[in-house]
């Protein structure tokens, strides 16, 4: 149950191979770290505003909508609830699917009041998602983080839907302990949450050769620096700053001591600077676009990319299916972290400026530009129109543009909630992409901050 590939101190059993009830995390401390403490984001140059628009639809429709189109309880007995997922590295039930799922139902569950004709529905459904999410997890432990069966496809636990799966039990969690009679099984997923922040950081990332940075993995069994390649949508700045601020606050109830999440404060802080750091390597700055994949190599206190690395079946060098989830990625972190937003409005206010230039009464041109002095060489096709581009692309409207007058602004995120709420939920990716990119334009996610 050891990854032999980790280092000494971070070789441990992946989270759902010891997390069983709510007792404290046996995982080992952070190593202390040789890198000076990484410089705080910018401010937000204005904190707290963000464009929402009417037009995109309601969260709690698209979320029943979802759930009755893509999921199931299939377990004799159990509520535990599967998100089932389609192409891609694997069919069936994956970490993906499941984690947006339990993305939905836990920010979604966080925006609402408890006076909501829904809220104990919405409750209801993200304790179902949880126990879809453990029933996985334990399913995958018996052979520890790097499963001997895998296979070629599969290279241990996937960050993006740990990503998304904390992103949701952890709103959940901080929503639900303000109730005065919160659900019982709120200290389990409050345990859960907290484990899995750290495990995330331990298994999923890895640091440089100098300890400058640590960045994000491709799984907990490969991906890296340099020829181990790079995934730019795998990068969650806003949920690592949640883990940070969580294990900070948590601690005392859920971790090995009273100050340990003092202690992971500075490395969480780390990874959310590399991560900039990484988007700043392989961001276009005439068009923010961003590569599918990528390799990213440590020089000095900076970053360099280059191309020449793919996975997944998409092309390395195109802005497509994967590269555009880095776009939401980002806005969640400028919309749960207003204070701490300078890098995520720094990289979405290129985008907004390039999707002002492709909006015309409506229409959405049937392109994107393409610069050829960045590593983008393509787009993926018909991205106005495959919701799982066009979603995620979208949500960079809720941070203010600087060269977009605010007016217009109003008009390109009216005009890409218009083009969401057209579409529905009758499969799985792009489904999921509208029902996602609904609650970040329609102000359910500023309001689960």
């Given at each position: ?39 705080p ?99 995958s ?27 949701g ?60 390649g ?46 900039y ?25 900076s ?24 776009v939401?990625?980002?806005?969640l ?15 979405l ?101």
């Amino acid at each position: 149950a050891i990854d032999p590939n980790d280092a000494p101190e971070y070789q441990t059993p992946w989270t759902c191979s010891i997390i069983g009830g709510s007792g404290p995390s046996p995982s080992p401390q952070p190593s202390p770290s040789p890198a000076p403490v990484p410089t705080p984001s910018p401010p937000n140059p204005a904190p707290g505003l963000a464009f929402t628009t009417g037009t995109a639809g309601t969260g709690k429709a698209r979320l029943f909508e979802f759930v009755n189109a893509l999921t199931d309880q299939p377990v004799s007995g159990s509520m535990a609830r599967a998100v089932h997922s389609s192409g891609g590295a694997a069919g069936g039930v994956v970490s993906e699917s499941q984690g947006y799922g339990l993305l939905l139902t836990g920010a979604i569950l966080a925006s609402l009041q408890p006076t909501d004709a829904d809220y104990q529905r919405i409750t209801t459904l993200t304790h179902e998602m949880f126990l879809g999410w453990r029933r996985m997890c334990e399913l995958s432990a018996s052979s520890g983080s790097c499963q001997d069966d895998e296979g070629f496809q599969c290279g241990g636990s996937a960050p993006d839907g740990d990503a998304d799966a904390l992103a949701g039990m952890l709103l959940a969690v901080l929503a639900l302990e303000k109730e005065p009679s919160p659900p019982n099984w709120l200290d389990e997923v409050g345990q859960w949450a907290y484990d899995t922040c750290k495990q995330f950081y331990m298994s999923s990332t890895v640091e440089s050769s100098s300890g400058n940075h640590r960045i994000v993995k491709l799984g907990a069994c490969w991906g890296g620096w340099g020829g181990q390649g790079q995934n730019p949508s795998y990068h969650a700045p806003g949920v690592y700053r949640l883990c940070r601020n969580y294990m900070k606050s948590h601690d005392i109830r859920y971790g090995t001591s009273a100050n340990e999440g003092d202690t992971w404060e500075v490395e969480w802080n780390k990874v959310i600077a590399t991560t900039y750091k990484v988007f700043g390597a392989t961001q276009c700055p005439s068009t923010g676009l961003v590569p599918n994949w990528a390799k990213v190599f440590e020089e000095g206190q900076s970053l360099r990319a280059t191309t020449g690395f793919s996975g997944s079946g998409t092309p390395g060098a195109e802005y497509g299916a994967e590269a555009s989830r880095a776009v939401w990625r980002v806005a969640l972190d400028y919309l749960l972290f207003p204070s701490e937003a300078g890098d995520a409005a720094g990289f979405l206010d290129p985008l907004a400026a390039h999707l002002e230039t492709k909006e015309t009464n409506g229409n959405w041109a049937a392109s994107l530009n393409v610069d050829g002095g960045c590593l983008v060489d393509s787009i993926h096709s018909g991205w106005s129109s495959n919701m799982f581009m066009a979603g995620p692309t979208f949500t960079c409207l809720v941070s203010p543009a600087n060269s977009v007058q605010e007016e217009r602004q109003q008009e390109l995120i009216d005009a890409a909630g218009q083009r969401l709420a057209s579409k529905a939920i009758d499969d799985y990716y792009s489904g999921s992409w509208v029902a996602i990119s609904t609650i970040t334009l329609n102000g359910d996610l500023s309001r689960a901050a």
